[in-house]
């Protein structure tokens, strides 16, 4: 993974918790370059994640240069899990077609012993398999 695609995914991540997580309020102005100073990031990664945060609806790009956060209602909320099942039902179409059967087939063990890696490793052993899944999926 490149230094820029690092720095995007850790602005992405970062933006998008504070979105989640109302720090950062519908209609929120979202200055590229107070944003790259805050996050410690140069605007290049910053435009990729605000990028991905507008494909997510969480960010609206329509209004010209300047990003705000996106309003929410129940209506949007509907309409970006529909779009949202749409397009993971085709990424794992995609990946079941292009992966490493025996990468797959070893996480299928693992996640069958889950319930004991939550009782020896606890939730954050158990989300780390998940990330594993997740990498290995976005890998496929």
Not at 4 to 12: F, I, L, N, P, T
Not at 13 to 32: D, F, K, V
Request: with cysteine; glycine share 6%; aromatic share 6%.
């Amino acid at each position: 993974m490149t230094l820029v695609a690092r720095a995007s995914d850790s602005a992405y991540e970062a933006l998008r918790e504070q979105i989640l997580h109302w720090r950062l309020l519908p209609g929120t102005p979202l200055s590229e370059i107070e944003l790259a100073e805050r996050l410690g990031v140069s605007r290049t990664p910053l435009r990729a994640a605000l990028a991905r945060l507008a494909l997510e609806g969480l960010v609206d790009t329509s209004r010209g240069r300047t990003g705000v956060v996106s309003d929410v209602s129940a209506s949007s909320i509907t309409d970006l899990f529909e779009l949202r099942e749409a397009l993971e039902t085709q990424a794992a179409r995609l990946a079941a077609r292009r992966c490493d059967p025996a990468v797959f087939d070893e996480l299928a063990n693992r996640f069958a012993a889950a319930p004991d890696l939550l009782r020896t490793g606890g939730s954050d052993a158990y989300y780390a398999l998940v990330g594993e899944f997740d990498a290995a999926h976005d890998d496929a």
